[in-house]
């Protein structure tokens, strides 16, 4: 643990969204909006690491004047949205799509497929409308997920925990080759069961863009709260977690800040661009 933030090789911010930089209302505070422009004046690139789709993470760009660089999918997608550009597009493998979408229809589990910028769905239920209202999003409804012109990005389950581990368990156990998932506590008992395309990992995908826009990790300062946080928080130069992270996040990190409703991002970026 790092008793003193030393920021002088920092030329990348990496923020989680859910429970990181956006509070328990998942909206960017006044204060956090302010310290990331503050931190842009400085020259530094500031950029959300997130498990959301795109339409759920534009708004927050603007909020913040942001420059569009986002790694979106907990790492299946990296894009530049001010500049159209596309560094990473990667798709779930079609036999884990298949084998998902099967056990999901036979134990009625709600499933949603996450495009690069929209969620599909073949029913509204309350869990997905929850979880549209929280990301501030607007759901596709088809008729059969199955049809789907092109393969997702990512898939989603959402429901109590010890459903979506039974899930899990029999996924894993068809040992279909690509398998890539990460499982997230969201409320309660519930929890969100995300699987991503092979080799796809949040912390991953930031170095690599990193690497891309001509950095290397050792300049990467990255901000997270949860499980699907881990990599980036070791693989950064700076890992700092939130004062509400989980505990095995908190055992890795270089620094614990204030809970995301405590605006613990922003106290960590005031003191970076004050020098």
Request: proline fraction near 2%; aromatic fraction near 6%.
């Amino acid at each position: 643990m790092m008793d003193v933030l030393d920021f002088s090789k920092i030329k990348l911010v990496a923020m989680d969204m859910d429970g990181t930089a956006l509070n328990s209302n998942h909206v960017l505070s006044p204060r956090t909006i302010a310290a990331v422009k503050a931190v842009y004046s400085k020259g530094i690139k500031v950029i959300f690491a997130t498990g959301r789709m795109l339409n759920a993470v534009t708004r927050h760009l603007q909020e913040a004047d942001m420059d569009g660089l986002v790694v979106a999918h907990n790492g299946a997608l990296s894009v530049d949205l001010k500049n159209n550009l596309v560094y990473k597009d990667d798709r779930v493998l079609e036999e884990i799509v298949n084998a998902v979408y099967a056990y999901a229809k036979d134990k009625e589990i709600i499933l949603h497929y996450n495009l690069g910028d929209q969620v599909m769905v073949e029913k509204e239920r309350p869990l997905s409308t929850k979880y549209a209202n929280e990301l501030g999003i607007s759901l596709v409804h088809v008729n059969d997920l199955s049809n789907s012109l092109q393969l997702p990005t990512s898939i989603l389950m959402l429901g109590k925990k010890d459903d979506l581990g039974n899930a899990l368990v029999h996924i894993r156990e068809l040992k279909l080759e690509g398998m890539n998932n990460v499982f997230i506590p969201w409320f309660d008992d519930y929890w969100m069961l995300q699987f991503l395309p092979y080799g796809a990992a949040k912390g991953k995908a930031v170095i690599e863009l990193a690497n891309q826009l001509g950095m290397d990790s050792s300049q990467v300062m990255s901000f997270g709260d949860s499980y699907n946080d881990m990599e980036m928080i070791k693989e950064s130069g700076i890992g700092i977690v939130m004062g509400n992270a989980c505990e095995s996040l908190k055992e890795v990190a270089d620094y614990i800040t204030l809970s995301n409703d405590e605006d613990g991002v922003a106290v960590i970026l005031e003191k970076m661009a004050a020098g």
